[in-house]
């Protein structure tokens, strides 16, 4: 796999003590994540082929196979993956998951219908490495891309911002995310806010213009 051009915490954090730690996340920010994803999936046709990258633990290639979405799931951390598996045999799911780069993905333009990339992409610290993610999720997506984002424009930014320490967080405006998307080919459909003002998570649905498979 070859070595990626920018250094970022999120891309190295995740080794078998991170990855463990991160299946711990409190159930109610678990569901209140999955709503999200629910609110942006209602855009999505169930007979969609989903790609989940980065998939973590699963928990979100997981949610979706359970609504009926042919679900799989890729990352680059080998702790992650080996959660993911564990937690597909055991609910009996056939999702297939295996290790990727979303930095530069293996598989054929247009591969899948559809892409998520949750919670990962505020971990990009500049505008090169974010448009090339997009670019790339953009290529191997031969529908949608549902992508997560920090806005700026809520008061857990603005405190995150003030408290000085959490520097290895990035906020995008949607306007930012949106020109990526457009340079890749692609348009926004809608954007979602997990509560609007108050917090900073954020999911925006893209689709393919026309004319640019
Ligand atoms: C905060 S976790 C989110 C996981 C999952 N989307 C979820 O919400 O449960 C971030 C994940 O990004 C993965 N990751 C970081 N850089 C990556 C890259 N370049 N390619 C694929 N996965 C990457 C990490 O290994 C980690 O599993």
């Not at 989903?50 to 633990?57: A, K, M, S």
């Not at 702790?79 to 295996?98: D, G, K, Q």
């Not at 247009?110 to 670019?135: A, K």
């Not at 959490?166 to 405006?173: G, I, L, P, Q, V």
């Amino acid at each position: 796999m070859t070595e990626p051009t920018v250094a970022y915490r999120g891309r190295v954090k995740y080794d078998e003590k991170q990855s463990g730690k991160y299946q711990h996340r409190k159930p109610h920010k678990h569901k209140a994540e999955m709503r999200l994803i629910d609110r942006a999936f209602k855009r999505i046709p169930t007979n969609h082929r989903v790609l989940d990258v980065p998939c973590g633990g699963g928990r979100v290639m997981m949610h979706l196979a359970k609504k009926g979405y042919f679900a799989s799931g890729a990352d680059l951390s080998e702790s992650m993956l080996a959660i993911a598996r564990e937690r597909v045999f055991e609910a009996n799911l056939s999702c297939y998951v295996e290790r990727q780069d979303l930095e530069k993905l293996t598989y054929n333009n247009g591969h899948f219908d559809t892409i998520v990339c949750f919670r990962l992409f505020h971990h990009f610290p500049n505008v090169e490495i974010r448009q090339r993610v997009v670019s790339e999720l953009c290529r191997v997506a031969g529908q949608f891309v549902v992508l997560s984002y920090f806005s700026p424009y809520s008061v857990q930014s603005v405190r995150r911002k003030l408290s000085g320490k959490d520097t290895d967080r990035f906020a995008t405006s949607l306007a930012e995310v949106e020109g990526y998307f457009r340079h890749a080919g692609f348009r926004l459909v809608e954007d979602f806010a997990q509560m609007r003002v108050f917090h900073t998570l954020h999911l925006a649905v893209f689709a393919r213009r026309e004319n640019t498979k």
